[in-house]
């Protein structure tokens, strides 16, 4: 069989790269890992991580694409997605006909289209799947990809066993690129407003006298429990927000959705709220949680509160 391609080793793909190592899709004598990442070093740690493996890594995206039949791209930001797909050594500079490319990262829809028509030019074939999920469900097998795009390269066998080590669920929305992209946007920016909502309810109880802790039980035995509740609670009463996914990420997409939402002429009012939430914490200098987990809106919450709480909460 032909290597498997993997570009972009970050939070997300290290994860992703890794369950295709650990579930036999990829490294084997026959079916090598083959890799690359702007920062070098990540590579490198993967490799360690699988020592008896077959991994090649590769001095740029372009040569992973050449060696591989499939390459799955995952890059942070449309900004960093876009300077390795169409750089001199890039993505695109690799593809040639039958060439494969999957690509996981949320970028706008027009991003999407833009790579499609770009690797079909080359006569290679497009899937946008971006994924629902964080770092955990990377590592964990978790994710859920949502794709539109080639037909062919969904199907193909290849494509749905790396699918299944990486993830517990795929939906194919048909053959036309950003169809992917507006059903994960949907998700995203119902988790974040969810995340906001969720932030002010803890706030408001705390600030009201009531033990946070308590409170998260009472939420978790309700119709309103949520595993993202369940999970993130805990560690927002403690100031806990190691970045699972990143605040700016978070904002990235709710803004990108509350953009669709105004474009398809729909009422988000609630989405673009919380979208401003996001951005006056992703903004905020004094905080710097930009890079922390998007439950750190919770912060910034608690710092435009003017309850003895919250003061009390933000000098200690």
Same mark, same amino acid.
């Given at each position: 069989?032909?290597?498997?391609?993997?570009?972009?080793?970050?939070?997300?793909?290290?994860?992703?790269?890794?369950?295709?190592?650990?579930?036999?899709?990829?490294?084997?004598?026959?079916?090598? $890992?083959?890799?690359?990442?702007?920062?070098?070093?990540?590579?490198?740690?993967?490799?360690? +991580?699988?020592?008896?493996?077959?991994?090649?890594?590769?001095?740029?995206?372009?040569?992973?694409?050449?060696?591989?039949?499939?390459?799955?791209?995952?890059?942070?930001?449309?900004?960093?997605?876009?300077?390795?797909?169409?750089?001199?050594?890039?993505?695109? *500079?690799?593809?040639?006909?039958?060439? !494969?490319?999957?690509?996981?990262?949320?970028?706008?829809?027009? %991003? &999407?289209? +833009?790579?499609?028509?770009?690797?079909?030019?080359?006569?290679?074939?497009?899937?946008?799947?971006?994924?629902?999920?964080?770092?955990?469900? *990377?590592?964990?097998?978790?994710?859920?990809?949502?794709?539109?795009?080639?037909?062919?390269? @969904?199907?193909?066998?290849?494509?749905?066993?790396?699918?299944?080590? $990486?993830?517990?669920?795929?939906? !194919?929305?048909?053959?036309?690129?950003?169809?992917?992209? +507006? *059903?994960?946007?949907?998700?995203?920016?119902?988790?974040?407003?969810?995340?906001?909502?969720?932030?002010?309810?803890?706030?408001?109880?705390?600030?009201?006298?009531?033990?946070?802790?308590? &409170?998260?039980?009472?939420?978790?035995?309700? *119709?309103?429990?949520?595993?993202?509740?369940?999970?993130?609670?805990?560690?927002?009463?403690?100031? %806990?927000?190691?970045?699972?996914?990143?605040?700016?990420? /978070?904002?990235?997409?709710?803004?990108? /959705?509350?953009?669709?939402?105004?474009?398809?002429?729909?009422? @988000?009012?609630?989405?673009?709220?919380?979208?401003?939430? !996001?951005?006056?914490?992703?903004?905020?200098?004094?905080?710097?949680?930009?890079?922390? %987990? !998007?439950?750190?809106?919770?912060?910034?919450?608690?710092?435009?509160?003017?309850?003895?709480?919250?003061?009390?909460?933000?000098?200690?």
């Amino acid at each position: 069989m032909a290597p498997i391609g993997f570009i972009g080793i970050g939070i997300m793909g290290e994860g992703m790269a890794s369950r295709l190592i650990s579930q036999g899709v990829a490294g084997s004598d026959d079916t090598p $890992m083959v890799v690359w990442n702007r920062t070098s070093s990540k590579c490198n740690d993967l490799k360690e +991580r699988f020592p008896d493996k077959n991994i090649e890594v590769k001095d740029s995206a372009r040569e992973v694409v050449e060696s591989c039949g499939v390459t799955f791209n995952i890059l942070s930001t449309p900004e960093a997605s876009r300077a390795v797909f169409e750089g001199e050594d890039g993505t695109l *500079a690799g593809v040639s006909a039958g060439k !494969f490319i999957v690509d996981c990262a949320t970028l706008a829809e027009s %991003d &999407m289209k +833009r790579m499609d028509e770009q690797v079909k030019s080359k006569g290679g074939q497009f899937l946008e799947a971006p994924v629902s999920g964080s770092k955990g469900p *990377a590592h964990s097998g978790l994710l859920i990809f949502l794709c539109a795009g080639s037909e062919s390269i @969904y199907e193909d066998a290849t494509v749905q066993s790396s699918l299944k080590a $990486m993830g517990k669920a795929k939906h !194919f929305f048909g053959t036309e690129v950003g169809h992917g992209t +507006r *059903a994960k946007l949907v998700v995203n920016s119902l988790m974040g407003t969810m995340m906001a909502a969720f932030g002010e309810s803890l706030a408001l109880a705390e600030s009201v006298g009531l033990d946070g802790d308590e &409170m998260l039980e009472v939420i978790g035995q309700g *119709a309103i429990q949520s595993p993202m509740y369940a999970l993130k609670g805990p560690k927002m009463l403690k100031k %806990d927000h190691s970045p699972n996914f990143p605040l700016q990420h /978070a904002h990235k997409d709710m803004k990108l /959705a509350v953009d669709m939402a105004k474009e398809a002429g729909v009422e @988000y009012a609630v989405t673009e709220g919380a979208e401003q939430l !996001f951005q006056k914490a992703r903004d905020d200098e004094e905080l710097k949680v930009a890079e922390q %987990d !998007f439950s750190a809106v919770f912060e910034s919450i608690h710092k435009e509160s003017n309850s003895e709480y919250s003061k009390k909460r933000g000098s200690g």
